[in-house]
């Protein structure tokens, strides 16, 4: 029972909480809360450049990233390279500075690609090499950023699915900016 229920709300890839176990969350708010939509920046071109298995790696680290998200948000993966942050009890002015923390976390975060023609093959191969010479193979940093769009619950947008939208159009205005932004 404990297995089906973690397929049927957890996401396989990156751990968070899936869209599923959202739409449940959106569904139990009370008449103050903050919606958080957050996007890979340029996630397409990145995939096609270094390949899919490093943009699951990427998406992992951006996962775990906001998992850790402060100021009482929960974490989802809303799909593909789109990311949920839901704070219920919270303006949006209140969640700024943890989605700013969760925005330069990961823009800071440098990952390194080495270039699999020069790893062993045996692992314990692996390991004798970096006894004599650490990791030299030939490697390069990578980073990526994100961007957020922020609304929080009103008159006007007096629904969850409302203020979801509303924070995708933030989301858009972020990009819109120049990327790695917050927009509320």
């Known amino acids: ?22 739409n449940e969350r959106l569904q139990g708010l009370g008449a103050r809360y903050s919606i958080a939509m ?19 790696e990427v998406l992992k680290m951006v996962a775990s990233r906001m998992a850790g998200v402060g100021g009482g948000g929960a974490a989802y993966r809303y799909g593909g390279e789109e990311f949920c942050i839901v704070f219920p009890r919270r303006d949006a002015p209140d969640c700024e500075e943890a989605l700013e923390e969760v925005r330069q976390s990961i823009a800071d975060y440098s990952m390194t690609l080495r270039n699999k023609g020069d790893r062993p093959q045996h692992s314990s191969d692996g390991a004798r090499k970096r006894g004599k010479m650490a990791t030299r193979v030939n490697s390069s940093n990578v ?23 509303a924070a995708d159009k933030m989301l858009y205005k972020a990009k819109q900016a120049g990327r790695n932004k917050l927009r509320f």
């Open 1 to 22: 029972l404990r297995s089906s229920h973690a397929m049927a709300y957890r996401d396989d890839l990156t751990g968070l909480l899936g869209r599923r176990a959202l």
């Open 38 to 56: 957050l996007d890979v920046d340029h996630f397409k071109k990145f995939n096609d450049t270094h390949g899919h298995d490093v943009g699951d």
């Open 143 to 165: 980073s990526v950023t994100i961007s957020i769009g922020l609304a929080q619950r009103s008159e006007k947008l007096d629904s969850p699915e409302e203020v979801l939208k």
